[in-house]
Structures are given as C-alpha cells and as structure tokens.
C-alpha cells in the first residue's frame, strides 16, 4: 500500500485526474483571490483608509474604543455639517450617554443638520431615529462574541476541507519530503494562528500583527503547492518521464 502511495506522482496521473485536479486548484484560487478582495473590502476599510493596516485589525475585532461611530463621525467627516456649538451639543448628548430622556432637545438638530442626507432612501443610518442615534452613540466594541464563534468555526471547517484536498495534491508531487511535510502542515497551523488572533486582538490589540503573519503565512504556502501541482501535472520534465 505505502509503495503504491509513494509511487503516485502528479505527472503519471490519467488525464482526467489531471483535469478534475487542475479545475479544483484554479477554482480555489479564484476562491482565495476573492477571499483576498473581500478583506480588502470590509476590513481594509474599516480605518476609513482603502489598503489593509494594523488599524484596520485592531478596529475590526477590538473596536474603537476611544469613542463611539458618532462622536467620531462629528469630530472627523461629518464636522462641516453643522455650526461647532450643535456638534459640541450633539457630542455631549452621546458621551452624556445618549439619553431617551435628552432627545427631545437633540433630535431638532439632527433633523435639521443631518435629516437632509441622512433620510430613510439615503441607505446611510438614520441619525433622525432614536434607535439609530443610539446605537451609533455606543462605544464600539469591535468583533461580538457571537460573530467571532460563528465566523471562527465556519473558517476552521472550510478551510481545513480546502487545505485537505490541496495538500492530499500536493502530495503526489514530487518534492523533498520534509518540505513536503512542511508545506502540507503549514496552512492548518496558520489557520488556527489566524482564528486565535481574532480572539487575542478582540480582548488585546496588540495581537493584530498575528492576523497579519497568519494570512500571510497561508497564502504562501499554498502559493507554492499550486504552482508546485500545475507545474508537475502539465510540464513535460515531469510528464514524460
Ligand atoms: C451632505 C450630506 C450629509 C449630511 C448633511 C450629513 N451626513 Fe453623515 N454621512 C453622509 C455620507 C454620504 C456618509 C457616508 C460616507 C462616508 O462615510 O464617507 C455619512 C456618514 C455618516 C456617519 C458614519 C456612519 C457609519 O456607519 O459609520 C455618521 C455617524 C454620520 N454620517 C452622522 C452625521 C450627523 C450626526 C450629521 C449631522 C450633524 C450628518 N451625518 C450630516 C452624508 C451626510
């Protein structure tokens, strides 16, 4: 069984496992450059700046804490919309705890400042509504609990499936063994570095750095066991011997 194994390499493989093989891989990588994209997207934006930072990780899983979406929002883009003394009156509404009881003093100005654009059509939270004002009131607290148990096993099952069938590929290469080995295990030890460090940033921020080295870290391995299997699959040095 082991010599049968041992003696499977990419390029002595039937055509048709070759091309189920090779449509797998370019699939997943169009999957992973998507994935890529997305981060890019959402998070990448999330310190309002396009490109993936530190600050971005940090405010994705710890939050900003150092005030809420709407003080932010009336210190920094939203600042010209209105006079400076209904900012400082908005601004002490929220830090004051975004009372029910104060609306009735605040919501004219928002109405009257922010109603314009922020409208029920505009798609932007309605600043108008108690609810909305509210909600944009609190302290940002970054990633939930709940989001980060659910997003954190979807990503460990999913991708363990993806890395299992690229590295069972992979495995019929014909490549030193140790490296093998290495490369094979590398994208699950990333992968759980990864989760961790959503965790870790969530409570300590600090840790954004390990998000950054986990995603880095898999996207390369799994670089080189692509190009390792296409190569070994389809080029005549491997093919035709
Ligand atoms: C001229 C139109 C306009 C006015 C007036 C305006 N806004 Fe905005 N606001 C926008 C747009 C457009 C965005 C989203 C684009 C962006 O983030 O750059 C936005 C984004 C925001 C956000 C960020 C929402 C989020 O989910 O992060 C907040 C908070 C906000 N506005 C509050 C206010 C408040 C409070 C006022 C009144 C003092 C106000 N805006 C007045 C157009 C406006």
Not at 26 to 42: E, K, P, R, S, Y
Not at 181 to 199: E, G, K, M, Q, R
Not at 220 to 233: E, K
Request: aromatic share 14%; proline share 3%; hydrophobic share 50%.
């Amino acid at each position: 069984m082991t010599d049968v194994l041992n003696r499977l390499t990419l390029g002595k493989l039937p055509l048709t496992y070759r091309f189920l093989f090779t449509s797998f891989l370019l699939v997943v990588g169009l999957g992973l450059c998507m994935a890529g994209a997305q981060i890019m997207l959402t998070h990448g934006m999330a310190d309002g700046k396009p490109g993936l930072s530190m600050d971005d990780i940090v405010y994705s899983y710890y939050g900003n804490r150092s005030g809420s979406k709407l003080e932010a929002a009336l210190t920094g883009k939203m600042k010209d919309k209105a006079p400076a003394n209904v900012n400082i009156t908005l601004i002490k509404w929220v830090r004051d705890g975004a009372k029910e009881a104060e609306w009735e003093k605040v919501e004219p100005l928002f109405q009257k400042y922010c109603g314009n654009c922020h409208d029920a059509e505009s798609g932007l939270p309605e600043v108008t509504k108690l609810e909305a004002a509210k909600s944009l009131a609190e302290v940002d607290h970054g990633a939930s609990i709940s989001s980060l148990t659910r997003v954190s096993h979807i990503h460990l099952f999913g991708i363990s499936f993806i890395f299992l069938f690229v590295g069972l590929i992979f495995a019929m290469a014909e490549f030193n063994t140790l490296w093998k080995i290495v490369l094979i295990t590398t994208p699950f030890a990333f992968l759980v570095l990864d989760v961790a460090s959503w965790w870790l940033t969530k409570f300590w921020p600090e840790f954004a750095w390990f998000t950054m080295i986990g995603g880095m870290g898999y996207s390369l391995a799994a670089l080189v066991m692509f190009g390792a299997s296409f190569a070994q699959m389809w080029l005549p040095r491997w093919t035709k011997k």
